[in-house]
């Protein structure tokens, strides 16, 4: 064994689980990993403008590539600026590995300059978090982070490193074995619950498949196609399970929810037989939970326990990874046909087509975001903040994979998109990548431009720029009887500001000039802003008014279509 100081310790075993970047921001008590990251050249370091730019990125990383992201910060205000970061991921389940210093560990508990207690704070948002008091405590606790971030249900962990820890030497001792007492996350799932299931689905009439992020973080998209193409069942997604399906499918009837299509949601309120895979039920997806369909039956599949039953009951509950579970389930699923139940859908598609954009003079952002899908090909990595535009892309861009959609779900981050746009583009530096941007929250992490520019990293930033933060105008005009406030914003002219940090940009101020916009954006070569000058007042439908059930979900009204 040789002898290491903590900070090789730390690098040596991020090195080991396979880590190649870390994004972070260097501060006084993490010097000591700074100065030794030279010996590490495996380990790419991305130097952010925030520590919250840094935990999107490696969320952001996360989400394009499988892999587990790496984010990093000093004590005090560096670990607690990764917060929201860290939230962010735990909502969503994605592993994220945050790494933070603290104080030497004389001053821990005395308020020391700088000092902040992380574990505590992020106790309730961390699958599992450590203070590291020993070095030759680094390699275990990176290994057993690593692990538990990785397995089961996904999730961020976070380790805290004193300064004197990381500069201390120690004998290095690697496990490759981890064993955790309390820690068995179920995979394969009950052979009596999948007979079950089955038996559920060969009765059904009405069935339709709910697919959500766990389809995609258990890669299993390719059984969840073979299993509704066996059995002829139709199948919407959740927003975070969009890409799970192919929505070029026949089968595909697109995402449910709150802004999901008006046909889904009538699905999902119609259907005999929901088998939910992945997915948690949460309030944005299934509205008003007291009348989402009742009497319908439930088969809920998920790698978490905790899970199933907390917001529906389900008929037959089965815990373990959909990889593992469906290929099972569709060995004892029979071969059907569902013809009327399908027709019916697609008769309500027909009649309320959620997806159709009227013909306007106005540059209206449904257009831009197709035009986007038309001129990539619907082959780019699209990655969102929050608001009305989070929404029109997941609507109007048609995915064909998982991970194509990069989003901030069950938190709503604003500011997520640019970050985690960084952070898909490094993770995948051949993928084309778009960061579909709200002017409001681009104005929250902008200052990560700079990192485009010193990474040379070709990411395209398409800002919906509307003078507004665009979902409270719209719920202030539809809810609160038009009182805007504090709803407009005065904008900083984003093509300057491109300018000043040296990125190429160009404002797109009419429908016709969307597309050579797109095409320009595309031919260059390096990272470029297209500010979309959109219609300032478009709303997002369909819509599921909060507290509303999802039979309730409303269209456009008459005088929008007419604008």
């Known amino acids: 064994m040789a002898r290491l100081t903590g900070a090789q310790m730390t690098l040596e075993s991020l090195q080991r689980e396979g880590v190649d970047t870390i994004f972070g921001y260097p501060g006084g008590v993490v010097l000591p990993l700074y100065d030794t990251l030279p010996q590490y050249p495996g380990i790419r370091h991305v130097l952010v403008r925030h520590e919250q730019g840094a935990a999107h990125m490696a969320d952001g990383y996360a989400r394009a590539s499988g892999r587990m992201g790496v984010c990093l910060g000093t004590s005090g205000p560096g670990a607690t600026n990764l917060v929201t970061g860290i939230c962010t991921s735990w909502m969503d389940s994605t592993p994220v590995f945050a790494l933070t210093g603290n104080v ?20 309730s948002i961390t699958k599992h978090n450590y203070l590291v008091m020993r070095p030759e405590e680094i390699p275990l606790s990176i290994r057993e982070a690593a692990h538990i971030c990785q397995t089961g249900r996904p999730g961020p962990v976070l380790v805290d490193i004193p300064k004197d820890v990381f500069q201390e030497e120690a004998e290095f001792d690697w496990t490759e074995q981890i064993n955790l007492r309390g820690y068995k996350p179920t995979t394969e799932g009950h052979a009596g619950m999948i007979r079950r299931a089955a038996e559920l689905i060969n009765q059904a009439t009405r069935p339709i498949i709910i697919a959500g992020h766990g389809v995609i973080w258990g890669d299993a998209h390719t059984e969840l196609l ?30 449910l929810g709150m802004h999901g299509m008006f046909y889904a949601n009538m699905a999902a309120d119609q259907a005999d037989l929901v088998i939910a895979i992945g997915m948690r039920f949460d309030d944005r997806a299934m509205g008003r939970f007291k009348d989402f369909n009742p009497g319908v039956k439930i088969i809920h599949i998920d790698i978490d326990p905790a899970e199933i039953g907390k917001n529906f009951p389900a008929a037959v509950p089965i815990v373990g990874n959909a990889k593992n579970v469906l290929p099972r389930l569709s060995d004892l699923t029979k071969e059907a046909e569902h013809q009327d139940w399908r027709s019916w859908i697609d008769q309500v598609r027909e009649e309320h087509p959620s997806l159709h954009i009227r013909e306007s003079r106005r540059m209206l952002p449904q257009y831009v975001v197709r035009t986007l899908y038309d001129e990539t090909n619907g082959d780019a990595t699209i990655v969102t903040g929050v608001g009305q535009h989070q929404m029109w892309a997941g609507q109007h861009y048609f995915y064909k994979r998982p991970r194509q959609l990069v989003t901030s779900g069950g938190l709503g981050t604003m500011g997520f998109e640019l970050p985690a746009a960084i952070g898909a583009q490094v993770a995948l530096p051949d993928a084309e990548t778009w960061a579909i941007c709200g002017d409001g929250g681009f104005q929250m992490t902008l200052q990560e431009m700079a990192v485009l520019v010193d990474e040379n990293l070709p990411v395209k930033i398409a800002i919906f720029n509307n003078g507004y933060l665009g979902m409270i105008r719209q719920w202030q005009h539809l809810f609160y009887d038009r009182n805007l406030v504090d709803a407009a914003m005065t904008q900083p002219d984003f093509c300057k500001l491109a300018d000043a940090y040296g990125i190429r940009a160009i404002r797109v101020e009419t429908k016709a000039e969307v597309a050579p916009a797109i095409q320009e954006a595309r031919a ?12 300032q007042e478009e709303n997002v439908w369909p819509m599921v008014p909060a507290g509303a059930a999802l039979s309730e979900t409303i269209e456009a009204p008459a005088e929008e279509l007419a604008r």
């Open 226 to 255: 073979e299993l509704a193409e066996k059995a002829d069942i139709p199948v919407i997604t959740t927003f975070l399970g969009i890409g799970a399906f192919p929505e070029s499918h026949d089968l595909s009837y697109g995402w």
């Open 104 to 123: 030497t560990r004389s001053l821990l508990g005395k308020d020391g300059f700088q000092e902040a207690d992380i574990t505590g704070i992020t106790h």
């Open 524 to 535: 260059h070569k390096g990272p470029i802003l297209l500010d979309f000058q959109i219609d």
